[in-house]
């Protein structure tokens, strides 16, 4: 399978944008296994005269596509990055970098419960979480439940 266009496939319009297990950039202090798409490789990429990494370039490109980030489940660092830059941004922190092969985790159950917890916190009001693979949305009409 080759790689994924530039566009990561935003152009299908998605409604949201969630980053799981992300990790901070490269170089990032308290950053568990930080880097920027390629540890060997990338060490420091800028936008705008910024560092930046997966986060800031895979926010700025859903917000081209007018797609909002919502969540973000991964270590401190990574959480702080990206309210940094989208303050309303829910996060689940389920980890403290120690250094970047090092940190203090969740338990496995505490960090799920904290990931659907604050996952769920993103969705408007008016849905409900049925199962794994089940939300239902309510609303006045159609196309306010569509919304």
Same mark, same amino acid.
């Given at each position: 399978?080759?790689?994924?266009?530039?566009?990561?496939?935003?152009?299908?319009?998605?409604?949201?944008?969630?980053?799981?297990?992300?990790?901070?950039?490269?170089?990032?202090?308290?950053?568990?296994?930080?880097?920027?798409?390629?540890?060997?490789?990338?060490?420091?990429?800028?936008?705008?005269?910024?560092?930046?990494?997966?986060? $800031? &370039?895979?926010?700025?490109?859903? *917000?081209?596509?007018?797609?909002?980030? #919502?969540? !973000? =489940?991964? /270590?401190? %660092?990574?959480?702080?990055?990206?309210?940094?830059?989208?303050?309303?941004? $829910? &996060?689940?922190?389920?980890?403290? *970098?120690?250094?970047?092969?090092?940190? #203090?985790? !969740? =338990?496995? /159950?505490? %960090?799920?419960?904290?990931?659907?917890?604050?996952?769920?916190?993103?969705?408007?009001?008016?849905?409900?979480?049925?199962?794994?693979?089940?939300?239902?949305?309510?609303?006045?009409?159609?196309?306010? %439940?569509?919304?």
């Amino acid at each position: 399978m080759g790689a994924l266009p530039s566009t990561m496939l935003l152009d299908r319009h998605y409604s949201a944008v969630a980053f799981l297990g992300q990790y901070a950039r490269a170089n990032t202090p308290g950053g568990v296994m930080a880097h920027s798409y390629s540890s060997p490789g990338s060490q420091n990429l800028l936008m705008n005269g910024q560092p930046t990494g997966e986060i $800031e &370039t895979r926010t700025a490109l859903a *917000g081209w596509f007018d797609t909002p980030v #919502i969540f !973000l =489940s991964g /270590d401190r %660092a990574a959480a702080e990055q990206l309210k940094a830059i989208d303050p309303d941004a $829910e &996060t689940a922190v389920v980890k403290e *970098g120690i250094d970047n092969y090092a940190c #203090i985790s !969740l =338990s496995a /159950d505490a %960090a799920r419960r904290l990931i659907r917890e604050r996952a769920a916190a993103t969705l408007k009001p008016g849905a409900e979480i049925i199962d794994a693979r089940t939300i239902r949305f309510h609303g006045k009409d159609f196309f306010e %439940a569509w919304q």
